[in-house]
């Protein structure tokens, strides 16, 4: 399929989704959430593909929120509808994918770009990112999910000051309070993504959706996450892949996944 605001590739098992919109920041406007989605859906059901890493274009963007100019002019129920669409369109998708999905946060993460990031399973920064959720300076709050997630990341005390105070953190100031992992400079960005995602790739990719699960379970309101680890343990016995962990491990190789 051709996309007008992203660029899909898929190399050495990996794809890489590029937001692409550089003129205005990459800011997320609703064709490129459905072209996202497109791309997410067709990397999910990819045999081949392993991991997913998700960055913008050029060097000054990951993603500079939701495209303003478009949702000016919403009232109360788009407001609403729009949320809880592109919620479930990309945000709680990446958030539910089977496969590590990995935010290369290569400039200003802001708003529902920062909300985006927050998706992702794993966060790398450069130096030079941004990152904040200026939502209540433009009189809104954060509608993809950054409330809940923000908060899950660097506690609550931190999440409601980005918040209330709509400025943006350094990088290095993200990586102190947990909501990046790693920061890199810029050049490296990409070449660590894919270092981390190629250790994953050597792991069993059914174990890892397993464990994706498991850990999001515990993050889903009425759900018990200990329960649901101790089902998804089990389905792990019934596998050709734990077969073939563990006969690697008494046969003294590398498992092939
Ligand atoms: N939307 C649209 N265009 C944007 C943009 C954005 N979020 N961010 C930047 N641009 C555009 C600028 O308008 C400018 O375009 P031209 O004027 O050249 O045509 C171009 O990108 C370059 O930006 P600047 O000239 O401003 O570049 P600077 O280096 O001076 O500043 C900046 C960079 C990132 C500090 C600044 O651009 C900035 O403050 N941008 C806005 C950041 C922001 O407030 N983002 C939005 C957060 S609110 C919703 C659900 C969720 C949300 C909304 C609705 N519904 C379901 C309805 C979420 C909202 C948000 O994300």
């Not at 997913?52 to 009232?75: H, P, Q, R």
């Not at 959720?133 to 809104?140: A, I, K, M, N, V």
């Amino acid at each position: 399929m051709a996309y007008s605001n992203i660029i899909f590739e898929k190399e050495n098992r990996i794809a890489q989704i590029i937001i692409n919109r550089p003129k205005q920041l990459n800011a997320l406007n609703k064709e490129t959430i459905a072209e996202l989605h497109t791309a997410l859906a067709d990397a999910e059901k990819d045999a081949e593909t392993r991991v997913i890493i998700l960055t913008g274009s050029g060097e000054k963007s990951f993603v500079a929120g939701a495209d303003i100019k478009e949702f000016a002019s919403y009232n109360v129920s788009e407001g609403t509808e729009l949320a809880a669409r592109g919620q479930q369109l990309l945000f709680d998708f990446v958030e539910n994918m089977s496969k590590p999905v990995i935010a290369a946060v290569n400039g200003f993460a802001l708003g529902g770009g920062l909300e985006l990031a927050m998706s992702a399973h794993i966060r790398v920064a450069s130096h030079n990112a941004r990152l904040g959720l200026p939502e209540t300076s433009l009189g809104l709050i954060p509608g993809y999910g950054g409330t809940q997630r923000l908060a899950q990341l660097v506690g609550k005390g931190r999440a409601l000051e980005m918040i209330t105070t709509a400025e943006m953190i350094k990088a290095d100031r993200a990586y102190e309070t947990g909501l990046v992992n790693h920061v890199v400079p810029q050049e490296e960005l990409k070449s660590f993504c894919e270092g981390i995602a190629q250790k994953m790739i050597k792991n069993s990719p059914m174990a890892i959706s397993s464990a994706i699960r498991s850990v999001n379970a515990g993050y889903k309101e009425g759900v018990n996450g200990f329960k649901v680890e101790i089902e998804e343990f089990g389905k792990c016995f019934g596998t050709d892949e734990f077969v073939e962990g563990t006969t690697a491990f008494m046969e003294k190789r590398k498992a092939n996944f």
